[in-house]
């Protein structure tokens, strides 16, 4: 029996193993952040046309996310990413060739229509592969390895645009064909990786999976991924803005704020996923909240580049097991419509496309301090549903 339990335990890690590179591929669509800047530096646009760039990548999710869901009970979940993998594979081809605008536009909706798949599929994916107690806790560690992609970004750019590696005339845009190698590596593993997957859930349509969002807890959770994303994306667009506007960084010095943000959300994540298995997740919500607001006070004061990393510190670690937890109370709420939750849930990284957007627009009337009040609010939001959350 022993033998048997432990061959039990050694395929289910196989079987783990490409799925983590998989979260890997789906911290690509985080390049944006840097890329936003570097392209506002190249093409000399306005605050407004920067955030319009994050904006279009995140607004795919609002389009793909619950028809992907549906999808899933078609095709099943596996097939779905890799599907999903495909069309990321184009979208880092583009720049290969180009950086400008439209075709970046272009390049970057791909992405996000690639990456709203992949978060939609993803994730129920490994919620058929674990016990419940054990999926919010699970899925911090794809978000820890996700992270480590997202910490390799701005460090690929940076090195590229300065010449420190061979870049091939490519500058910063390097980074796309080295992530380009690592998502066909993925393809080929998880797709050569046998992997049983549960039966297609019941709800098949597009209106009854939006009438989900009828359940109030459900639409809590939706706007949890709102705000979590909203900040996640603002905080790695903006901030470096900060110091750009404020101590008169250049755009390849600014990225260690980008840096500094995934390096704790990194941290964050690796350790969310210990103590997700092991203390109340209403607790460790809570705590990642207060790191938050304590963060975005910091952005206000602004007095010196050290506060403003600070800042940067405590928000990139308070937001790294939110998407976590807000996801899987969401899964384990209606455990009988997976796929359809995830699709509503993944449809709420829409919050990604406003709040750039909003941030954007303060920041030309009221200059960096209203992009920060736009992403206090979603702090905020989040600190109110904490006191909704239910036992896992």
């Not at 390049?31 to 994050?54: C, E, R």
Request: charged share 10%.
């Amino acid at each position: 029996m022993k033998d048997n339990n432990s061959a039990v335990a050694k395929s289910s890690m196989m079987t783990l193993i490409p799925v983590m590179l998989a979260f890997f591929t789906m911290g690509f669509v985080d390049l944006v952040g840097s890329a936003t800047n570097f392209l506002k530096q190249d093409l000399d646009l306005s605050s407004s046309q920067a955030g319009f760039i994050p904006s279009l990548v995140f607004f795919w999710f609002l389009i793909f996310s619950v028809p992907t869901g549906i999808l899933m009970n078609k095709i099943g979940r596996k097939n779905t990413v890799l599907l999903s993998q495909l069309i990321t594979l184009v979208s880092l081809l583009i720049p290969i060739f180009t950086d400008q605008y439209y075709p970046m536009l272009i390049a970057f909706s791909l992405l996000g229509i690639g990456n709203a798949v992949m978060q939609t599929s993803l994730n129920p994916l490994v919620s058929g592969l674990i016990h419940p107690s054990r999926l919010a806790s699970t899925l911090t560690f794809g978000q820890f390895v996700k992270a480590i992609c997202s910490l390799l970004a701005p460090y690929l750019m940076s090195w590229g645009a300065l010449a420190l590696i061979p870049d091939f005339g490519l500058g910063w845009r390097i980074v796309f064909p080295i992530f380009g190698i690592v998502n066909i590596a993925s393809v080929l593993f998880l797709s050569a990786t046998p992997i049983k997957e549960e039966k297609a859930d019941k709800v098949t349509g597009f209106i009854e999976c939006v009438k989900l969002l009828s359940v109030p807890f459900v639409l809590l959770c939706f706007f949890g991924i709102m705000c979590h994303v909203g900040i996640d994306v603002g905080t790695n667009t903006f901030a470096p803005q900060l110091l750009i506007e404020k101590f008169g960084y250049s755009v390849e010095d600014a990225v260690i704020g980008t840096q500094i943000y995934f390096y704790f959300r990194t941290g964050g994540c690796l350790l969310g996923s210990w103590f997700l298995a092991h203390v109340p997740a209403k607790a460790f919500f809570l705590f990642s909240v207060l790191c938050m607001i304590v963060g975005v006070i910091l952005l206000f004061i602004a007095a010196s580049p050290l506060i403003i990393l600070a800042g940067i510190a405590c928000i990139g670690f308070g937001n790294s097991n939110i998407f976590s937890v807000v996801f899987a109370q969401a899964l384990i709420a209606q455990p009988k419509e997976k796929n359809e939750v995830s699709g509503l849930m993944i449809m709420g990284l829409f919050g990604g496309t406003l709040f750039p957007l909003f941030m954007g627009f303060a920041q030309e009337g009221m200059g960096i301090a209203g992009a920060v009040t736009v992403m206090a609010c979603g702090v905020a939001y989040l600190l109110c549903y904490t006191f909704t959350m239910r036992k896992a």
